[in-house]
Structures are given as C-alpha cells and as structure tokens.
C-alpha cells in the first residue's frame, strides 16, 4: 500500500467504522448508569497477595470499617483471589473518603479502584 498516495487514509477511514460502532441502548444504559452512594464498596485490581487484613487495615485509614472482604475462588484448593473485594463502613461519609482516598492507589504492588457497590437487586 503506497502511503503517499493517500490509499492509507482512505482505507482508514472506510474501516474505522468496525471501532466507532454506537452502543446498544442497553449498554449505553449501564455506562451512563450511577450507582447511589452505599456504605459498601467495591475494590478491583486486588493482588493475589491481598488478604482481608490488608485490605482492612488499607482503608482503616480513611473511618471505621465494618467488614472487608476479599473474594476468592471457592472452587480452586487454595482460595486464590478472584482480584477483586469489598469494603463496608459504618456510615456514608467514611465510605466517600475510603472510595476517593484509595481509588488508584497501590494495594500490594496493583493499583486499585474503587466505586460504590451495587445493591444486590441490580446485579
């Protein structure tokens, strides 16, 4: 393919279709979808090394956990990590601190993220 002859250009920009496809009504849904505040949050990017000891003591720094859990694969002999937990507080405003003082932070050599979970009924 000649590159000065503008062939590049106008293969590109016949196939960046397949890329710039609009989500489907239902997806667009989820995405713009907020989720309400929660006292419980949701933590990915967990190591595998993360127990729920550190992942408590990590967000013990921001109010006062309730629970943390990590989840792990009951299937596999060992418990590994699925990666990701949860966090619960005892009130809203501790909650909102522990999601924007973690949130992209290093948790045992992985950045995480956190947001507010889900309530059971949605997922």
């Known amino acids: 393919m000649d590159l000065r002859s503008g062939n590049l250009r106008r293969f590109l920009s016949t196939t960046s279709s397949l890329f710039d496809r609009p989500l489907s009504a239902a997806k667009a849904a989820r995405v713009t979808e907020q989720i309400p505040?929660?006292?419980t949050l949701f933590v990915s990017g967990l190591s595998g090394?993360?127990?729920n000891q550190k992942l408590r003591e990590a967000f013990a720094n921001f109010g006062d956990v309730i629970q943390a859990k990590v989840v792990t694969d009951r299937s596999s002999l060992s418990n590994h990590s699925k990666g990701y937990g949860f966090v619960r507080y005892s009130n809203l405003e501790d909650a909102k601190k522990g999601m924007e003082g973690m949130d992209g932070q290093f948790l045992?050599?992985?950045?995480?993220?956190?947001?507010?979970?889900?309530p059971k009924d949605t997922l």
């Open 108 to 118: 045992d050599g992985r950045v995480i993220f956190t947001e507010y979970a889900k």
């Open 37 to 39: 505040p929660s006292t």
């Open 49 to 51: 090394r993360t127990t």
